[in-house]
């Protein structure tokens, strides 16, 4: 089984709709990430979170919001979906300072907003 | 503010070929740096992670390099298979608290049979 599960795998929306990405991991580790990918651009960091208690803003946070439900759930919000925000999204962990921060990601959520 | 750049953007290669992938980075105040390796519409896998106190790491026909004070990191591989083609990606970690992987844009690499 994989240890780090992004649902849905694949989304397609239409402008304005309130959409949710859900990460969850089996790895144990209390810190996690969500990253967007588009061509040309490469990865970038959206929020993260090193522990259930801590939320921190990325390089591209606006509009998206964050909820660290458990130390193995990271969800990542669009309240009000854009063209703009069509994308590939990972969710990615680290076992932090311990675990020599090594990064571990899920498959991605192929996210297409018409 | 960090920068990662990868060279080249695209590399093609015949199958046998030794070869080598270029990391460079603007800040050399890093905690470490990973390479990892992304198939197309696939998430991304770690091949190897080096500390900023270590010089290369190694895992099977790969090895990673950092030369930390010039901002450069390379990764080789031996005995290049048509398995290998993929798009290759290198992060590094600020040193500062509370900091997240820096991202190059990739190398995709083609190895042919």
């Known amino acids: 089984d994989a240890d780090v599960t992004q649902t849905p795998r694949n989304r397609i929306t239409k402008t304005g709709k309130r959409i949710m990405l859900e990460c969850s991991q089996t790895?144990?580790?209390?810190?996690m990430y969500w990253y967007r990918q588009d061509p040309g651009l490469g990865l970038r960091l959206i929020y993260y979170?090193?522990?259930?208690?801590?939320?921190n803003k990325g390089e591209i946070s606006d509009g998206y919001s964050v909820s660290r439900q458990a130390q193995a759930k990271f969800s990542l919000s669009l309240e009000s979906a854009i063209p703009n925000q069509t994308a590939l999204y990972f969710c990615?962990?680290?076992?932090?300072?311990?675990?020599?921060?090594?990064?571990?990601f899920g498959p991605g959520t192929r996210l297409t907003v018409l | 503010k960090q920068e990662v750049t990868q060279i080249p953007a695209a590399l093609s290669v015949p199958e046998g070929e030794n070869l080598v992938l270029n990391c460079s980075f603007t800040?050399?105040?890093?905690?470490?740096l990973q390479w990892f390796r992304q198939d197309p519409g696939k998430g991304l896998t770690s091949l190897l992670l080096i500390q900023s106190s270590q010089r290369e790491q190694t895992s099977g026909r790969l090895n990673a390099s950092l030369d930390k004070s010039s901002g450069r990191s390379t990764l080789y591989i031996a005995a290049s298979q048509p398995g290998d083609s993929a798009t290759y990606l290198c992060a590094v970690r600020p040193n500062q608290a509370g900091t997240a992987l820096i991202f190059g844009k990739g190398t995709t690499l083609s190895v042919s049979s």
């Open positions: 800040d050399s105040a890093i905690y470490n």
């Open positions: 979170s090193f522990d259930v208690k801590d939320i």
């Open positions: 990615a962990t680290s076992a932090g300072l311990a675990g020599f921060n090594e990064q571990f």
């Open positions: 790895k144990g580790h209390d810190r």
